[in-house]
């Protein structure tokens, strides 16, 4: 059974080792995939993007563990949640899954992770990634069912979402949502939305959509249909957030072209 | 089987790669798992703090296979070693094993891996980590037994030994054991010596003791019990490293509050 | 099965893990293991280094998937090719492959990955990793041959190749292939073609031919032989790039010692 694993946890520390012995003590033939753990500290925004953007990529069945929990000892809930299309989501209840699990098809079931039994056998009030998170994960993952991890839930903290665009005179108003380790900016355009020709404005910058990379020259900013099914603005071998000193949020018009 | 790896080889290079390829050449059926790879060049002392926290998290019967070797291909042993409570090491005799080891128990047996059977056909002189450790560890992982791999040791290198806190008029002076990916200060003062209301010194500044971070207001420090049961000076959401100015080392003074 | 996975995805995104997702998605058995993901952006010849490198380390029957692919979306191809001694590479054809089949005994088949019932149902114009490369490695990983996944190739992209040293009056002329994590210096000098007696010269430095680093001083310089087989130049417990200022493509002249 897979388990994806993302979080804050870096790489200087052995957090994430720790997180899967404990998954691995409780089901030893689990398949762990890293999906990232180099969220920035505690950015519960840039996390849920994260996983939002990997969970399609996995088939139905898996589980996705994700810690990036500020309020890791408080009163915060622990929580497990299923989604339609098979998924199942194991973190805090502080926004981090919504996207992923709407993405998913929208939440069948979620309980809140109160029931001792499941974790592990001493809970330190810091580490929940370990101590919580990943004991309930391996017994999903061995077919331990949702509901007697603890009582259910009627609604999940929903306090990411990720900003739809909005119809203007002449086209899309969108942002960007993101910005990936080559520079270039996810926009929240979807693939669907884009007609034939058309061009974007970034600040006082045009951009032509591109069916690929190769249609560009080197150095050149294009548009283009990314790996999420989301607008992208690329620079082909180069970075289009210096060349547009773009960032999350920072405003994309789209125009239809004649 | 479960075997854990540590290394100071980073991840630019492929050698973390090489060496699996080895080790998963004698096992195929192991189970990798990360701890760390970005110990500092050499830096024994911090391998051996990381594989120190990270142990107590696998299963009895997970190898340990450490590699922060700054005398590679010089007379230091090559070693492996079982501890009390079931688990294996296998690395340098430089003083890296040593804490770990304690903390499982203390050991049981070790030997010096002499026996070229066990290892690469072919050992080069600098990366005994693919050519001598990890086949060794993959060997162990199929049951084969230490006493075949060398001849037995009496003791080990204890070069590395975490200092304890010592006892002082009004409470306990300690130390900066480790400082962590959050800038977390894991100091060596035990869960099991703090009075039920304390404070910590850590040079002018006074923290005081918590239950967890969210009993603390954000930006402000606390001093908590951490993942491996010892104080931990945090700053809830931030970084105590930098408004401390703190590092391995830094004293710090505990008084118990009436 | 194992499969290695070299890539420019860099640790900030989860591209890693989506390609995972994608290949276990098609083979749950496999099993994953990371060379690198930090080659820098695009750039081939370092990713070449890497796969060549790394890839002796692996068992026979081995699948090495390689994306490092400025051409994605392009005209260049996408291949397979398995190579004399049973490892199977997975990739771009744009030279990335090219060192590493040949270090492997050559290039036994090579076939176009055209058919579109071995790739992910969806393709993007951006992912081939996810969408191509990994679903592929995943069917060879479970037995699917190379003769159903496209029309066969008769040659390879070769645009990548290590130069080899030339011979002088009075010894080798080599150069710096690769400078490692550690700062030291990998040259195209093999073992094979070093005297009893030698020293190395760089720039203005001589540096004398050790048999490993213990045989010098904290500090000082040497040259000995790497994991590689080749002649690497380094700094015991220093860094060899920064003290001699060199890098890939730094002459490297090789003289015998009386």
């Known amino acids: 059974m897979i388990i994806t694993l993302l979080t804050d946890f870096g790489s200087t520390d052995t957090y994430v080792g720790q997180l899967k012995g404990a998954l ?3 089901a030893p033939s689990a398949v762990c995939v890293d999906l990232a753990h180099s969220v920035p500290s505690q950015d519960v925004r840039t996390g849920a993007f994260h996983l939002w953007a990997a969970a399609p990529a996995f088939p ?25 299309r098979g998924h199942i989501f194991v973190g805090p209840d502080n926004g981090l899954l919504g996207p992923a699990i709407d993405r998913l098809g929208g939440l069948v079931a979620a309980v809140e992770l109160s029931e001792p039994r499941y ?6 009030g810091t580490f929940h990634g370990r101590d919580i998170f990943a004991p309930v994960a391996g017994h999903l993952s061995q077919g331990t069912s949702l509901s007697v991890l603890g009582p259910a839930l009627d609604a999940l903290d929903r306090s990411v979402v990720f900003p739809e ?14 910005v990936d380790t080559y520079g270039n900016l996810v926009t929240n355009l979807p693939a ?4 034939a020709k058309f061009e974007v404005r970034v600040g006082a910058r045009r951009v ?8 560009a020259k080197k150095g050149t900013l294009l548009a283009l249909i990314g790996s999420n099914g989301l607008l992208e603005i690329a620079v082909r071998e ?12 920072t405003p994309v018009e789209l125009k239809a072209l004649g």
Do not use: C, F, M, N
């Open 24 to 26: 691995l003590a409780v």
């Open 60 to 84: 139905a069945g898996t589980i996705h563990l994700a810690v990036v929990d500020p309020g890791v000892g408080s009163s915060r809930r622990a929580i497990a949640a299923s989604a339609l």
């Open 119 to 124: 974790h592990r056998e001493k809970v330190s």
């Open 165 to 178: 665009p909005t119809q203007r005179d002449q086209g899309l108003s969108g942002e960007v949502l993101h």
């Open 192 to 195: 669907s939305a884009l007609p």
């Open 208 to 215: 032509r959509g591109s069916a690929h990379y190769a249609a």
């Open 238 to 249: 180069g970075d289009a957030r210096r060349i547009l000193r773009a960032r999350v949020g």
